[in-house]
T-cell receptor
């Protein structure tokens, strides 16, 4: 479809392993966001990419978290040495530059991460 | 600091009842935007509405209406004649002061509409 695509939809991993979560934004959307949704915690901002500018990493909870966006399109969120508190739904969103000041973000269905 | 509070964690109503979801925000900015998003069981958040801080007019869209009151820093959302399809998690959000599209979300309110 034409929406934001995230994979995998579900990931179960063991504590200490690394995981990669992928986001394919809507074509032409220059801005891309990662949010984390933990049980009862609402949505927590993680990182923001806009065009060729340096990403805003101010929301990353620790240096075990990193993200990149290749070619201004697909983004990968990497969590190293996963901990049980990393268990959450990781949501990706994108928006075109003309909507940056509208707050209208287009979200994917999320990647549910469970760390055992 | 900016903050959004949705005090109602879960609400359960019977179909056709009206229901109001509360949202209280904190910000020192004079210009800001407020939002409501709906998260159905499929998981993806869907944008419902945006209001800017200079426009306190209430808005109605079908069965949905929004009441923005700067005096009480509230932006409440009412669903009239609720339907089972309204069952979802609803998030209120506040924009960050920079032109980045970054949003500060409340904890969400889970609405269950029973037939």
């Amino acid at each position: 479809g034409a929406g934001v695509s995230q994979s995998p939809s579900n990931k179960v991993t063991e504590k200490g392993k690394d995981v990669e979560l992928r986001c394919d934004p809507i074509s032409g959307h220059t801005a891309l966001y990662w949010y984390r949704q933990s049980l009862g915690q609402g949505l927590e901002f993680l990182i923001y990419f806009q065009g060729n500018s340096a990403p805003d990493k101010s929301g990353l909870p620790s240096d075990r978290f990193s993200a990149e966006r290749t070619g201004g399109s697909v983004s990968t969120l990497t969590i190293q040495r996963t901990q049980q508190e990393d268990s959450a739904v990781y949501l990706c969103a994108s928006t075109p530059s003309r909507k940056l000041n509208t707050g209208e973000l287009f979200f994917g269905e999320g990647s549910r991460l469970t760390v055992l | 600091a900016q903050k959004v509070t949705q005090a109602q964690t879960e609400i359960s109503v019977v179909e056709k009842e009206d229901v109001t979801l509360d949202c209280v925000y904190e910000t020192r900015d004079t210009t800001y935007y407020l939002f409501w998003y709906k998260q159905p069981p499929s998981g993806e958040l869907v944008f419902l509405i945006r209001r800017n801080s200079f426009d306190e007019q209430n808005e109605i869209s079908g069965r949905y209406s929004w009441n923005f009151q700067k005096s009480t820093s509230s932006f409440n959302f009412t669903i009239t004649a609720s339907q089972v399809v309204d069952s979802a998690v609803y998030f209120c959000a506040l924009s960050e002061p920079s032109n980045t599209g970054k949003l500060i979300f409340g904890q969400g309110t889970t609405l269950q509409v029973k037939p």
